[in-house]
């Protein structure tokens, strides 16, 4: 059972354009990180989230923590393609602070 | 500061045959982890140490995969005989305080492991 859903799986688009991407559960969590993983690389932390309607900007990229803390999102204002790359959220779970991983949105933006 | 050190970088091997990856956590980092990674997909947990301590190995399967921290610094992952589900990128991560919300993984680049 996969506790952290993100979506879309797969997003391809031009360079310029503004996207969304989520990521949704029925648990309730203590904190939500954000991680973009490159080809050939390890995820690095992009932004922790850890109040309830919370919401973060770094630089194009704007973070928010929904309201009942089971879910998140993940906007991008005129994409680059140096933003490509898979984008993985994941979760402390409440109960007992585990770090969950949702499967990873797959992020391509053409030039 | 060097970030986390993982060797081989990559590894080709047939089935049956034993392999084995080394992690160099940051230094200072008491907690370190081991995630295997499919194509495309999130990591999933395989083992956690606290200092030289497994405090979760649930998801290790351990009729064919260990690990060691004896010092409480850098790990080994091995696995003994791969299968051919077994390809995959083992990425090893360290963190301050693991288990603390919020805390921040570090990962290694991994290893893209090939069973033949």
């Known amino acids: 059972t996969q506790l952290l859903e993100q979506s879309p799986q797969f997003l391809s688009i031009q360079e310029g354009e503004n996207l969304t991407v989520y990521c949704n559960s029925s648990?309730?969590?203590?904190?939500l990180q954000w991680y973009r993983q490159e080809p050939g690389e390890g995820p690095v932390l992009l932004v922790t989230?850890?109040?309830g309607g919370e919401v973060k900007k770094l630089k194009r990229l704007t973070f928010q923590f929904g309201d009942a803390r089971k879910d998140s999102s993940l906007h991008i204002t005129a994409a680059q393609p140096g933003d490509t790359g898979l984008y993985l959220c994941?979760?402390?779970?409440?109960?007992?602070?585990?770090?969950?991983w949702g499967a990873g949105t797959k992020l391509i933006i053409k030039p | 500061e060097a970030g986390v050190v993982q060797s081989p970088r990559y590894k080709i091997i047939e089935k049956k045959q034993p392999v084995a990856f080394w992690c160099n956590p940051i230094?200072?980092?008491?907690?370190l982890y081991w995630y295997l990674q499919n194509l495309g997909q999130g990591p999933e947990l395989l083992i956690r140490?606290?200092?030289?301590?497994?405090?979760?190995d649930s998801q290790l399967p351990k009729d064919r995969f260990s690990a060691e921290r004896l010092k409480g610094v850098d790990s080994t992952l091995k696995i003994q005989p791969a299968e051919l589900g077994d390809s995959a990128v083992y990425l090893c991560?360290?963190?301050?305080?693991?288990?603390?919300?919020?805390?921040?993984?570090?990962f290694g680049p991994g290893t893209r492991l090939t069973v033949l």
């Open positions: 991560a360290s963190s301050f305080f693991g288990g603390v919300p919020g805390d921040e993984q570090f």
């Open positions: 230094s200072g980092h008491n907690t």
């Open positions: 140490y606290e200092n030289e301590e497994a405090v979760d």
């Open positions: 648990s309730v969590f203590s904190s």
């Open positions: 989230v850890v109040t």
């Open positions: 994941a979760a402390y779970m409440d109960s007992n602070y585990q770090l969950i």
